[in-house]
């Protein structure tokens, strides 16, 4: 099929879609949650995953005075009308002191799903530290080799380019292996990159004591978000087990609540399976989000709500694709 066809199909896809989802929306309000992580002001962002402070707020206006925003952990069953769900994943410190300023100035409720093994970390979420040895501006070694029983090899980092390259391999290789190995893929990074395992204090998770503090919101809701930060589906069942089991313990003993709320790590189709949503289930949780699109109806499977990413648009941009989720 040339180019032209291919256009042509995914255009009537994509307005058979639309139609559908106008007449799921009439039979039933259609809720959207949408998906931030951090909110700061950083030199470079290659995962697209921070909105700055300015933007948050203009989001969140926008929400304010044009949406009903309902919180995660609501009964919506009785709802007649469109509502917006705002969350954050992994648990960065900037959630608790730029986020949580501009929600409680409008009023705007939120869910922090909480990567506990990162509470009051010395060190960086892997992805992180993997773009900081990778793509940091120090003096790179021509190549680097990496030894690994099944992703062994060796590829050039002298130029910009070649280490963009590298980084997105070595990053697609992590979502694919446990903790333990990409501890052992980081050390032999920090060797070739001649640095020591560190936190940038830009890039620094919530302490125990700041989780404390943002949970006292009362417009805060505090769910679980794994324990290594690991695709489940890449894991056995009893790995699987430990890391929601352990991250809803370690949040219930730490806040003295019972935490109802899951977000899969990365959340991607094929980054948890069957045996994730089963496990949610046995574990008590009453609602796991995903990272994929889409909207939430009252028929929608509880342990796989869609979620829309939020990327860093300017207030009128997020408007528009505001709009264009509910369509």
Not at 82 to 99: E, R
Not at 119 to 135: C, K, N, P, Q, R
Not at 292 to 302: D, E, K, N
Request: charged residues 25%.
């Amino acid at each position: 099929m040339s180019g032209v066809g291919e256009e042509a199909v995914a255009s009537v896809y994509r307005q058979c879609r639309r139609l559908k989802n106008r007449v799921l929306n009439l039979v039933d309000a259609p809720v959207i949650v949408l998906a931030y992580h951090r909110v700061t002001q950083l030199p470079a962002d290659p995962h697209q995953i921070t909105v700055t402070p300015d933007n948050f707020r203009a989001h969140m206006l926008h929400l304010r005075q044009n949406c009903r925003c309902v919180r995660l952990d609501e009964d919506w069953s009785g709802q007649r009308e469109p509502a917006v769900v705002v969350t954050f994943d992994d648990g960065y410190a900037d959630n608790l002191h730029q986020a949580l300023l501009v929600l409680e100035d409008l009023e705007v409720p939120a869910t922090f799903f909480i990567s506990t093994g990162m509470l009051g970390s010395d060190g960086e979420f892997w992805s992180d530290e993997l773009e900081h040895l990778a793509l940091g501006m120090g003096d790179y070694p021509p190549c680097l080799t990496l030894q690994d029983r099944e992703h062994s090899g060796s590829w050039p980092s002298v130029s910009r380019e070649q280490r963009l390259a590298l980084h997105d391999r070595l990053h697609r290789g992590m979502l694919k292996i446990d903790g333990q190995r990409r501890e052992e893929w980081l050390e032999q990074l920090r060797q070739w990159a001649g640095v020591g395992r560190t936190a940038r204090a830009t890039h620094r998770t919530l302490t125990q004591d700041e989780l404390r503090d943002l949970a006292t919101s009362p417009l805060v809701t505090i769910g679980a978000h794994g324990v290594t930060h690991t695709p489940l589906a890449i894991l056995a069942e009893a790995e699987q087990r430990r890391e929601i089991d352990q991250s809803k313990g370690d949040l219930e003993e730490l806040l003295g609540r019972k935490v109802t709320v899951f977000s899969y790590p990365f959340g991607g189709r094929g980054q948890f399976d069957g045996t994730s949503r089963r496990l949610c289930r046995e574990a008590g949780f009453r609602r796991a989000v995903t990272t994929f699109p889409g909207q939430l109806h009252r028929w929608t499977a509880p342990c796989q709500l869609p979620r829309q990413l939020v990327r860093n648009w300017d207030g009128q941009t997020f408007a528009s694709r505001l709009k264009a989720f509910w369509a």
